[in-house]
């Protein structure tokens, strides 16, 4: 063999069945050969198992879904390449033209934008309600025959408690089915409440460390089998490599979950005690709308903490630009402490009305709480909120 040829067609490793590395190989390969075109036929007939190409499955991609459907308590799971895609895709595999979706104003921006203007392009009606309104839920599914709820628990920003049992129940009675994106409650929540699907950003909680971007989709075998046909198609997936970084954090993810919840928990203490605050949005908060529901609900709080400077958007951002140990940047769930400032969340394209329900308001700020040392993040918050103050 010449070496143009060798470095092509290496020598193979090969490893004893009984012999197993003990943190498995990542699958770093687009395509996977049978020695004959006869398997290779099988294998699409769904005569044998096996792979094929990465675009549709990869082992190292069906590892993470194993494990981030048993986390979730159900069948099956669909790993993507960042949370929005997994939102876009079971929209697109759920709905067709003509079908009408209720969601609520308090959702993901980005979701909500996607709703409202691709969707929409592809004749998909929508009523936006806010999550708490439930008779106002209730009367739009009576009035309106619809095939979907998309909804969140908490909500991103606003951390507002959604009370699953009620808007689940309601669904059902009239036939809609409900996707939660379960980001903010990370993966091991609300399994046991009657939501035929679950989407999540694993770039948060379950990658953990900011490094890398996916997204998961979770519900029963029928449901996923339809979504990962479509998917296939429309091409969302996950790199190998970003799969296995994400099954590494996944390793940390229930001791920084709790570590998080403890330290955002002290941290929402301490703003609301402060003169600066007029309000503090956290479920772990005796004093929250959505605590007694939290309580019920979740295993844990979660580590965003938002809340209402007095002084409003321009103190917000003296505020965070005076932070020393929260960056300012979007996302959430990370090791390190983040911060996003009232002037980069000022909701868009909203009426007075929801305006007010996304309680979004002149000074609201959002914090995500890292895995660093409680003290210091205070004593931090603490001086920022008095150069905020000058
Ligand atoms: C971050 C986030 C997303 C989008 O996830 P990406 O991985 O950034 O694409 C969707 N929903 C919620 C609630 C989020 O917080």
Request: proline residues 5%; contains cysteine; aromatic residues 6%.
């Amino acid at each position: 063999m010449k070496k143009k040829t060798l470095v092509n067609h290496p020598p193979k490793v090969h490893v004893p069945g009984d012999n197993r590395p003990l943190v498995d190989p990542i699958y770093q390969s687009v395509k996977f050969t049978f020695d004959e075109v006869g398997e290779t036929q099988r294998y699409w007939r769904r005569e044998r198992d096996g792979f094929y190409y990465s675009r549709s499955s990869n082992p190292t991609l069906t590892q993470l879904e194993r494990v981030l459907a048993e986390l979730q308590g159900r069948e099956d799971c669909l790993v993507t390449g960042s949370g929005i895609a997994a939102f876009s895709i079971a929209m697109l595999a759920l709905l067709k033209a003509g079908d009408h979706m209720v969601f609520f104003t308090e959702m993901y921006q980005p979701s909500r934008v996607l709703i409202q203007r691709i969707l929409r392009r592809f004749g998909v009606s929508s009523t936006m309600l806010s999550v708490e309104d439930h008779s106002g839920l209730e009367r739009a599914l009576r009035e309106k025959p619809t095939r979907l709820l998309a909804f969140e628990s908490p909500t991103n920003p606003a951390v507002k408690i959604a009370d699953l049992q009620r808007i689940t129940a309601i669904a059902r009675q009239n036939d809609v089915l409900t996707v939660i994106d379960n980001t903010l409650a990370g993966v091991h929540n609300h399994g046991q409440f009657d939501v035929d699907v679950f989407v999540h950003s694993l770039t948060k909680y379950a990658a953990g460390h900011g490094d890398v971007l996916g997204g998961a989709i979770i519900g029963s075998h029928e449901l996923i089998r339809a979504m990962r046909a479509d998917a296939t198609l429309l091409g969302p997936a996950l790199d190998p490599h970003a799969a296995f970084l994400i099954l590494r954090g996944l390793k940390t993810y229930v001791v920084r979950w709790q570590a998080q919840c403890s330290n955002a928990q002290r941290i929402a203490e301490f703003l609301q005690s402060h003169p600066a605050v007029e309000r503090v949005s956290y479920p772990g908060l005796p004093g929250d709308p959505g605590h007694a529901l939290a309580v019920a609900q979740m295993d844990g709080f979660g580590a965003v903490v938002t809340f209402d400077l007095r002084a409003g958007t321009e103190a917000g951002s003296r505020f965070a630009d005076a932070l020393e140990l929260f960056a300012i940047t979007a996302s959430l769930g990370s090791t390190d402490s983040l911060v996003v400032a009232p002037a980069m969340q000022a909701p868009r394209g909203l009426t007075e009305q929801q305006r007010a329900w996304s309680a979004i308001g002149p000074g609201t700020v959002r914090l995500s709480i890292g895995l660093e040392d409680a003290d210091d993040l205070i004593a931090d918050l603490a001086q920022a909120l008095q150069k905020a103050e000058a």
